[in-house]
């Protein structure tokens, strides 16, 4: 991934958050160290702002802004596959999602003091 970063490309994402977190995102905030360590950027924003700010619920990736792979799950939080959307105002509208997420989430040092202020 360095090699990405360093050759100008940006990697992050936004990871949506329960109140309270639950355990599986209590592991991926802690694990947001390793990521963080290769140059990801890693940020977390509240499920209840999420909401607000009428984000979407979809969990997708962009890619060099050129398709969105668009990941399809289960109730059970399977995957069950990944769509590829090339067309340029979809691209564009999962864009601006990815913008507004970015604008209104925590880094993710920031976001895992509040958590664990929360759990004092």
């Known amino acids: 991934m360095l090699a990405q970063i360093t050759a100008g490309k940006r990697v992050g994402r936004v990871r949506i958050v329960d109140t309270p977190p639950t355990t ?3 592991y991926l905030l802690d694990n947001a160290k390793r990521n963080s360590a290769t140059g990801e950027e890693m940020r977390n924003l509240w499920r209840a702002d999420a909401e607000r700010l ?3 619920a979809e969990d997708f990736w ?3 802004s050129q398709f969105i792979a668009l990941l399809h799950f289960d109730e059970a939080d399977t995957l069950l596959r990944v ?4 067309e ?3 691209v564009t509208r999962y864009a601006q999602v990815r913008d507004a997420a970015i604008h209104h989430s925590s880094p993710f040092e920031h976001f895992a ?6 759990h004092e």
């Open 24 to 26: 599986g995102q209590l």
């Open 54 to 56: 009428q984000l979407p």
């Open 62 to 64: 962009i890619f060099d």
């Open 83 to 86: 769509e590829r959307l090339t």
């Open 88 to 90: 340029p105002a979809e």
């Open 113 to 118: 003091s509040l958590v664990a202020a929360a």
